[in-house]
């Protein structure tokens, strides 16, 4: 089955009494058809149809063929604690995983800003990471000089799998 072009827009993020909690229009296929809301209880999602729409019949359509995507998806592994366990996918964990998808883009698109004036320190694939701010741009360093700097950063910093992140210091003809 093809799947359906399924966007998030419009996303607001709050705090509520069980995490962080979103309003957002969903957008399949380019129709504007459910607003999500994660009111943050500790309960799943709440989904209301677009009744606005010129064409009903194009949007509860959409939301069929979402629907029908998501149930031919296969389990999705899960962690928690120290088990793994395999969990059926559904509304709210195709919707959270497009959440995490578009977090996830907007956190590489912020680092690789930084990497612009930074050297990037972290494991790889995590959450967090730190930085050495040079407030000018890696490119007007002279490269000796930056060279001894990565070095000096990687000998004192990366251990236990924390690792430079800088993806543009090979173009910049530095060594990592």
Do not use: W
């Not at 149930?71 to 059926?88: C, H, M, N, R, W």
């Not at 559904?90 to 930084?114: A, G, S, Y």
Request: overall charge positive.
């Amino acid at each position: 089955m093809k799947k359906p072009n399924v966007q998030l827009k419009n996303v607001k993020t709050f705090r509520g009494m069980e995490g962080i909690g979103i309003n957002a229009d969903l957008y399949i296929n380019g129709v504007k058809c459910l607003f999500v809301i994660d009111d943050a209880n500790g309960g799943g999602m709440t989904y209301e149809e677009n009744i606005r729409h010129k064409d009903p019949e194009l949007v509860k359509a959409n939301i069929k063929l979402m629907d029908n995507y998501i149930a031919t998806l296969p389990e999705q592994k899960s962690i928690y604690g120290d088990k793994t366990f395999s969990v059926k996918v559904d509304r709210d964990i195709f919707i959270n995983n497009i959440l995490v998808e578009m977090e996830n883009k907007k956190n590489q698109k912020k680092m690789e800003k930084l990497m612009q004036t930074c050297i990037l320190i972290g494991i790889p694939n995590g959450d967090r990471y730190s930085y050495f701010n040079f407030k000018r741009p890696l490119s007007t360093i002279p490269r000796t000089t930056l060279q001894t700097q990565v070095t000096l950063i990687k000998m004192k910093n990366c251990k236990n799998g924390i690792e430079i992140l800088n993806t543009n210091l090979q173009a910049l003809g530095i060594n990592v």
